[in-house]
């Protein structure tokens, strides 16, 4: 995958961090759009020369259309990773019409346009490869996240249709649906209640939680040449706990 140009949203942190550090140490320019400065400058300066940060708020729609031309005006995109999403825990009574609207907002428009966008430069340069990142959240219900589940579930079904319609152009477009991993603030939150924690274990058949470098991994695999006939497809990521009783 020499000489590749990919885009990672949300990659200062977590699961976009070990993702956009897979992808550039294997060679690959890797742009990072986050909107904290100093995150994602940070984040770029710990993986190296090959992380652009790309300071952008991408609540920002309308102008998702620019932020994307300015990259590309320096490289066609041949990689885009849609990882950047928010999280809202609340009964589902307390979820105000705002707070339903913020999450949508955030994890399923802001992908679309950034999609848009990007297919625009990648139908002009023959292909490309799409992967979008879902949850376990959307294959089954999860209590107080109703919001979350709700968009999650809709990227999978967008990128089904968006692997069907782009296809002809040599477009890829895959999803990945991580199980519980081990960031720094899961971690936090498990080791903080012994009981959950148990819980969650006793319902991954695996018994263990994974590692944001599990999720990189199956990215990788999607934006590379190892899949090349593969389109469409949701890969759970989860130590068997969507298989799991």
Known sequence: MNTKT?????????????????????????????????????????????????????????????????????????????????????????????????IIHTNLLSVFAVSKAVVK???????????????????????KVIAYSASKGAIESMTRAMAVELAPFGIRVNCVAPGFIKTKMSAKALDSDPERKNKVLSRTPMGILGEPSDIADAVFYFASSESKFTTGTILPVDGGNSIGF
Do not use: H, W
């Open 6 to 102: 990919a885009i990672v949203t949300g990659g200062n942190s977590g699961l976009g961090f070990a993702t956009a550090k897979k992808l550039c140490d294997n060679g690959i320019t890797t742009y990072i759009i986050g909107r904290s400065k100093e995150k994602t400058e940070e984040a770029c300066a710990e993986i190296g020369p090959n992380a652009i940060p790309v300071l952008f708020d991408l609540n920002d729609i309308a102008g998702i259309p620019a932020m994307i031309t300015s990259i590309t005006k320096n490289n066609p995109i041949d990689i885009l990773v849609n990882n950047a999403g928010i999280n809202l825990k609340k009964e589902f009574l307390d979820v105000t019409d705002e707070d339903f609207l913020s």
């Open 121 to 143: 430069n990648m139908k002009e340069n023959n292909g490309g490869n799409i992967v979008n990142i879902s949850s376990m959240a959307s294959q089954y219900g999860i209590p």
